[in-house]
């Protein structure tokens, strides 16, 4: 006896038509490389924030580092650390990688008028220089 | 006599996988493109390797190069944004410590506004506050 097969002429043909597929990823795949190299990540800084109190004196053998953005005396601002004056970011951090207070934390005090770019800076400055805590402290109103 | 039939050339093109993947991406970029105008302001951010990669947030300051205080797209006064955060703060069982405020302020601005909301956030306390940066490629 003769058994008709399964496989062979009757079975059913099935054809996946991957062309228009492969034609969509291809242009997925270009265009989230196209849009990708025009986007930067945006990252976070952390700070812990605070209102300055003048009150608010610390008695601690090593004080915390007081960043502060101020107008110099040629107009330009500067971050002042202690008595020094410093212009850049790079120069900062160096600086206050040379300190040993970290473990005591930093504290950024920007003036109203002074540039944001430098207020980011001294808080990413501090960070790099490996402060424990930095602490943003706008001036009160 | 009798001649051979031609052999039909049928050509089909599946559109279905095409108009499927096509419709998702529309859905996509659209609420994509909602989500990010609801929250997101197109600013110019501080360019800084920062300390951690950008958190879920459940508000986002926009202070833009005027000062601007921007909320969802609202333009806010100082008192509106301390109304705003309040409510935040209620909506988490009046624990400033669960509020995370993301602050993202344009670099070519001044700190006036900055230092308004970061003490508005400081009074309520609410501690959990990000700064936005750009990390530079």
Not at chain 1, 61 to 75: C, E, F, K, M, N
Not at chain 1, 98 to 126: H, K, T, Y
Not at chain 2, 83 to 103: C, K
Request: with cysteine; glycine share 6%.
């Amino acid at each position: 006896m003769k058994l008709s097969s399964r496989s062979g002429r009757h079975a059913a043909k099935i054809e996946l038509q991957m062309t228009s597929m492969i034609d969509v990823v291809f242009l997925l795949l270009i265009f989230f490389m196209v849009t990708s190299s025009f986007r930067e990540t945006e990252r976070e800084l952390d700070p812990a924030v605070k209102i300055e109190r003048q009150s608010g004196a610390q008695a601690a053998d090593l004080a915390p580092t007081i960043i502060r953005i101020v107008r110099s005396g040629g107009g330009d601002f500067v971050y002042q650390l202690g008595g020094r004056e410093l212009r850049d970011q790079a120069e900062l951090t160096q600086v206050l990688s040379q300190l040993e207070n970290q473990a005591e934390g930093a504290f950024v005090r920007a003036a109203d008028d002074a540039p944001l770019d430098m207020a980011m800076s001294a808080i990413q400055a501090a960070k790099s220089a490996r402060y424990r805590t930095v602490t943003y402290q706008p001036p009160d109103a | 006599m009798r001649l051979a039939r031609p052999r039909e050339n049928r050509l089909e093109v599946n559109m279905t996988p095409m108009i499927d993947i096509v419709f998702l991406l529309i859905i996509f970029f659209m609420t994509v493109n909602q989500i990010s105008d609801q929250t997101n302001e197109p600013l110019e951010l501080s360019k800084q390797p920062g300390s951690q990669d950008q958190s879920q947030g459940a508000m986002t300051i926009n202070i833009d190069a005027a000062g601007q205080i921007v909320v969802a797209g609202e333009t806010l006064s100082v008192i509106d944004l301390a109304a705003a955060v309040s409510g935040e703060v209620e909506r988490a069982n009046n624990d400033p410590a669960a509020v995370t405020v993301i602050v993202r302020a344009d670099r070519r601005g001044d700190c006036r506004s900055f230092n308004q909301v970061v003490g508005i956030l400081a009074r309520l306390d609410v501690s959990r506050v990000r700064f936005a940066v750009e990390s530079s490629p």
